[in-house]
């Protein structure tokens, strides 16, 4: 149990700094989320940001103001229009984001 515990631990150590190196070479990180302005997504977005000031990249969240499917895909749309390279989704219904994310 314990040398599973410790390549548990060295792989998530591991995997940590691959993100890390992940984002600091893409610039910018964006997370699209089902919905904007609700208490749980607004601690998830100040999560997000502190982490990417520790990371040294612009990491932010963008939600639609209800919990629509074709909005999170226009939200999606515009994040690849401006160039963001690591787009992280909380999909409203993933069967519809999936053109978009291809």
Same mark, same amino acid.
Do not use: F, K, N
């Given at each position: 149990m314990k040398k599973f515990m410790i390549a548990a631990l060295a792989a998530t150590l591991m995997l940590g700094?691959?993100?890390?190196?992940?984002?600091?070479?893409a610039g910018k990180v964006g997370? *699209?989320?089902k919905i904007g302005g609700i208490p749980w997504f607004n601690a998830m977005?100040? $999560?997000i940001k502190e982490r990417g000031q520790k990371l040294g990249v612009d990491a932010f969240m963008v939600g639609p103001t209800s919990a629509d499917p074709a909005l999170q *895909?226009?939200?999606i749309e515009?994040?690849?229009a401006q160039g963001v390279k690591v787009i $992280?989704?909380?999909p409203n219904d993933a069967k519809v984001l999936e053109p978009v994310l291809k």
């Open positions: 700094a691959s993100v890390a190196a992940m984002a600091q070479q997370v *699209v989320v977005e100040a $999560g *895909v226009r939200a515009d994040l690849i $992280g989704v909380v």
